[in-house]
């Protein structure tokens, strides 16, 4: 028999911070990942074109990897390394870092322009791999060790330093271009800039998981198994099985994930491009107004995390019977808010609409995660958050190879592209409504 799952014992608002300090660093990889990868590519040479096909490489690493984490960090207990989840956690660190140093600078060796996209996309993969591998325990660590009576705060302090560690990996470029800076480079080089950003996010990753690593034990396999009411010799069920058995709100939010993260796919790709284009009216890499654009959209980026940071604050104060209202609501808002970027040429208005995709991204953040971790077994919770995750990795490689297609019958338009994620977004809102939590 199973305990109820508040047999995990209460613990305090300071153990749940610095269970996911280590995201900020982290997420500040994915943030100048979805920030400045399309930049960087379309800097080194790739053509607009490419860029859907380049930008698969992200969820595909995240499609392959992230459920063999979940599978198999259910498995592990190396003490020497901290336990079940923070060897993975380590190793996912140290390749990450490495990584971050090495990308940008792929287009700084005297390459041809083809040589250079296809080192960098090489570069991408390993760092994907190695981000996924870092974050993925950080999910997991949250399900071992947090009751369900908590589990919405500590999902929400986990979105608030994911969004705070956006905030400054986007900003971080634009930023750094006012102090001086060059915003500039030679044909094919990325800007110092953008260099140095990424050499801060590797310094920030690794003092940031370190903090994490230092300051959680993580329970015993004894403790665990106590606190989870589970007995040592139940059978191991595959990755099929679990999802035969997987609740209806997985699959239903599943659906939900499918259009939010293609909406999100398509800013994260285009962005840079659309931005320079309806506001500095350039899509041309090597031009001035481009990388004045590309550094406007990181600020923009910044703002709707920003945004998402105040969200998650409140969000933490609403009471679970009113998780889906509120999901579908920011959802709807932030749909609006993709729809409003692609209709504006002022920089005021497209920050106003960025703040409002900053709201439904707060919502993904925090209740998908939590509604389907508060209605899966504890003995398999690494497993369904890798598979969970499948979700937010197969809408971006759907988006990714659709965009072959569309880029062309828009006649090129990067905005466009934002206008069909708003379309997306706006879908992904209405399913969120039919969600039925018990």
């Known amino acids: 028999m199973k305990n109820t799952k508040n047999s995990v014992p209460k613990v305090s608002n300071g153990f749940l911070f610095y269970l996911s300090f280590g995201i900020l660093g982290t997420q500040m990889a994915f943030g100048l990942e979805s920030s400045q990868l399309g930049r960087l590519f379309q800097t080194i040479g790739a053509k607009p074109e490419l860029l859907g096909m380049i930008f698969i490489i992200p969820p595909l690493t995240g499609l392959v990897m992230q ?67 870092c974050i993925q325990p950080y999910k997991m660590l949250v399900g071992d060790m947090v009751n369900s009576d908590q589990k919405g705060k500590a999902y929400s302090i986990q979105s608030l330093l994911a969004n705070i560690g956006s905030v400054i990996a986007a900003m971080a470029p634009f930023i750094l271009t006012a102090l001086g800076v060059s915003n500039t480079a030679p044909k094919g080089v990325v800007p110092d800039s953008v260099l140095f950003a990424f050499y801060i996010a590797a310094a920030a990753i690794a003092t940031c998981s370190l903090v994490t690593i230092l300051l959680i034990k993580e329970f015993s396999p004894d403790q ?160 369904y958050l890798g598979l969970f995750n ?23 338009s990067m905005p466009m592209m934002i206008l069909i994620s708003g379309v997306s977004m706006l879908i992904g809102g209405i399913i969120a409504s039919l969600i039925k939590l018990k």
């Not at 729809?339 to 991204?361: E, K």
């Not at 965009?403 to 062309?408: M, T």
Request: glycine share 10%; proline share 4%; charged share 10%.
């Open 67 to 133: 459920p063999i984490i979940g599978k198999y960090s259910d498995k592990t207990w190396i003490p020497q390394l901290g336990g079940r989840r923070m060897p993975y956690l380590i190793v996912g660190t140290i390749f990450t870092m490495i990584t971050l140093i090495l990308l940008p600078n792929s287009g700084s060796f005297g390459w041809t322009s083809s040589t250079a996209v296809i080192v960098a996309s090489l570069i991408v993969g390993v760092f994907m791999l190695a981000s996924n591998v």
């Open 224 to 383: 665990f198994r106590s606190y989870h009411g589970i007995t040592e010799n139940e059978n191991t069920k595959s990755m099929v099985n679990l999802l035969k058995e997987a609740p209806k709100v997985f699959w239903l939010v599943g659906l939900v994930n499918f259009f939010a993260f293609l909406a999100f796919g398509y800013l994260w790709i285009y962005g840079s491009g659309a931005i320079s284009a309806n506001i500095y009216n350039s899509i041309d890499p090597k031009s001035i107004g481009y990388q004045k654009g590309a550094n406007l959209f990181g600020v923009f980026s910044a703002l709707y995390a920003l945004s998402a940071v105040v969200v998650s604050l409140m969000l933490t104060k609403v009471k679970k019977k009113h998780y889906v209202k509120v999901l579908s609501a920011s959802m709807l808002i932030g749909g609006i808010g993709f729809i409003v970027v692609f209709l504006s040429h002022t920089v005021l208005l497209t920050g106003l609409a960025f703040v409002m995709v900053g709201v439904g991204w707060a919502g993904l953040l925090v209740y998908p995660l939590t509604m389907v971790s508060d209605s899966i077994s504890e003995e398999y919770i690494g497993t």
């Open 390 to 412: 499948i979700q937010l990795c197969i809408p971006q490689i759907v988006a990714s190879i659709l965009s072959v297609v569309i880029l062309p019958l828009v006649n090129g």
